[in-house]
Nanobody, 124 residues
Framework: QVQLIESGGGLVQAGDSLRLSCVASGRTFSTDAMGWFRQVPGKEREFVAAISSSGGRTNYADSVKGRFTISRDSARRMVALQMNSLKPEDTAVYFC?????????????????WGQGTQVTVSS
């Protein structure tokens, strides 16, 4: 079993930056792929970013490419999402996810473990 606890959400203005963190516990963090999804009310969960267990591979949704950066710190069992140049359309609940397979981290139906989410609100 894996527990994922997100932090760092909040209310910011358009153009600001925010850094989300996710701390994992319960199993071997270093062998799991990690990622972030987001969801707004009434819509499906949307893939945002993923990072492989080694940190050598990353992928981003087109909507955040060039603005968001995912990173991981295995010693601290933490994955972070640095969000720059935030837009009102980035407003959502952001979820941290993990899975033993990198290929499964891109889909909300296959990523195995989920955090509770943290709210990000970007005002215009």
């Amino acid at each position: 079993q894996v527990q994922l606890i997100e932090s760092g959400g909040g209310l910011v203005q358009a153009g600001d930056s925010l850094r989300l963190s996710c701390v994992a516990s319960g199993r071997t963090f270093s062998t799991d792929a990690m990622g972030w999804f987001r969801q707004v009310p009434g819509k499906e969960r949307e893939f945002v970013a993923a990072i492989s267990s080694s940190g050598g591979r990353t992928n981003y949704a087109d909507s955040v490419k060039g603005r968001f950066t995912i990173s991981r710190d295995s010693a601290r069992r933490m994955v972070a999402l640095q969000m720059n140049s935030l837009k009102p359309e980035d407003t959502a609940v952001y979820f941290c996810v993990s899975d033993s397979a990198y290929s499964r981290i891109f889909s909300s139906s296959s990523a195995r473990f989920w955090g509770q989410g943290t709210q990000v609100t970007v005002s215009s």
